[in-house]
């Protein structure tokens, strides 16, 4: 079995700063894959930041995978097996965070 590493990347940039609100670009899902996010801290970070993974079938309507998958702790790290949609991606919340660089990394593997 491979894994495929890929990093989410916001406006270009994969180390994104975590003082205001930002949405990645969407990353291509295959289907039947065991799948798993995490953030990458990587300067320290002064606030509670959250982020949600939503979905997209079509890449222009999102909404949110599910409701335990929203506003996680920036610590925390999350997964699931199989995969029903298109397109990933990562929207993050600052929530008024005053420093901070983080990067998210998706590791994904066919069943």
């Known amino acids: ?11 270009g940039e994969t180390e994104l700063d975590i003082t205001a609100d930002a949405t ?12 798993s996010v995490s953030p990458n ?5 002064t606030g509670a930041p959250t982020y949600t993974i939503e979905v997209s079938s079509d890449g222009h309507t999102w909404f949110e995978y599910t409701s335990d998958l ?6 925390t790290s999350t997964g699931v097996e199989g995969f ?3 397109l990933m991606r990562i929207v993050l919340t600052a ?3 005053s420093a901070g660089d983080v990067e998210f990394l998706l ?5």
Do not use: C, Q
């Not at 670009?25 to 289907?31: K, L, V, W, Y």
């Not at 801290?41 to 970070?45: H, L, N, P, R």
């Not at 929203?70 to 610590?75: G, W, Y």
């Open 1 to 11: 079995m491979s894994y495929e590493k890929k990093t989410f990347v916001f406006a």
């Open 24 to 35: 990645s670009e969407g990353i291509e899902m295959p289907e039947n894959y065991l799948w």
């Open 41 to 45: 801290i990587v300067a320290a970070i």
């Open 70 to 75: 929203t506003d996680m702790a920036i610590t």
């Open 84 to 86: 029903e949609y298109i």
């Open 95 to 97: 929530n008024s965070a």
């Open 107 to 111: 590791v994904r593997r066919e069943i």
